[in-house]
């Protein structure tokens, strides 16, 4: 394992974190913020694929669970985004990434993070989110993370692509 590697991701989830919760709080549409943290998983899973994903989609899931003003029950959003690392991580497998492979990706796994997120919430019997509102926030989530897409994943997939470039995709 590669510690500088390690430490670029952490940092990566950290100022995704701070970001989010602080910068893009104030402009959230319904409700719903960009989601940063599942960006930098996307490009994880992108660049180095499934497994380490899924780890940093661990971590960075826990994190934002407990990350005040949190409002959910703790591990939504770390199993939401365990799915997204493996879902980002099988498409490195499958394609070599393009613009159009990458926002493709982002919009998959944003659907699939936030479903899963809206979801876990519906069967926990969450109040903050009724059954009719599931799509809106979903369709904003997409909506949000597809438009932050060119100005992320790009930083991020170009810094773990130079500390390991031996590993990274093309």
Same mark, same amino acid.
């Given at each position: 394992?590669?510690? /500088?590697? @390690? #430490?670029?991701?952490?940092?990566?989830?950290?100022?995704?974190?701070?970001?989010?919760?602080? #910068?893009?709080?104030?402009?959230?549409?319904? /409700?719903?913020? $960009?989601?940063?943290?599942?960006?930098?998983?996307?490009?994880?899973?992108? #660049?180095? *694929?499934?497994?380490?994903?899924?780890?940093?989609?661990?971590?960075? /899931?826990?994190?934002?669970?407990?990350?005040? $003003?949190?409002?959910?029950? &703790?591990?939504?959003?770390?199993?939401?985004?365990?799915?997204?690392?493996?879902?980002? /991580?099988?498409?490195?497998?499958?394609?070599?990434?393009?613009?159009?492979?990458?926002?493709? @990706?982002? &919009?998959?796994?944003?659907?699939?993070?936030?479903?899963?997120? =809206?979801? @876990?919430?519906?069967?926990?019997?969450? $109040?903050?989110? *009724?059954?009719?509102?599931?799509?809106?926030?979903? =369709?904003?989530?997409?909506?949000?993370?597809?438009?932050? @897409?060119?100005?992320?994943? $790009?930083?991020?997939?170009?810094?773990?692509?130079?500390?390991?470039?031996?590993?990274?995709?093309?």
């Amino acid at each position: 394992m590669n510690p /500088g590697r @390690t #430490v670029a991701a952490v940092l990566a989830v950290v100022a995704a974190l701070v970001l989010q919760l602080t #910068v893009f709080s104030h402009v959230s549409w319904a /409700g719903v913020v $960009p989601n940063l943290v599942l960006l930098v998983v996307v490009a994880t899973g992108l #660049v180095r *694929g499934a497994q380490p994903a899924m780890v940093l989609g661990f971590v960075a /899931g826990v994190l934002l669970d407990l990350a005040p $003003p949190a409002d959910h029950v &703790a591990g939504r959003w770390a199993l939401a985004l365990v799915v997204v690392g493996y879902v980002a /991580g099988r498409v490195r497998q499958d394609v070599r990434p393009t613009a159009g492979s990458v926002v493709a @990706t982002v &919009a998959a796994s944003s659907f699939v993070g936030t479903s899963v997120f =809206a979801l @876990t919430g519906i069967v926990l019997q969450d $109040p903050a989110l *009724g059954v009719g509102e599931v799509l809106q926030v979903v =369709a904003i989530g997409v909506f949000w993370d597809v438009l932050l @897409t060119p100005f992320v994943l $790009p930083l991020v997939m170009g810094t773990f692509r130079r500390l390991e470039p031996a590993r990274a995709t093309a």
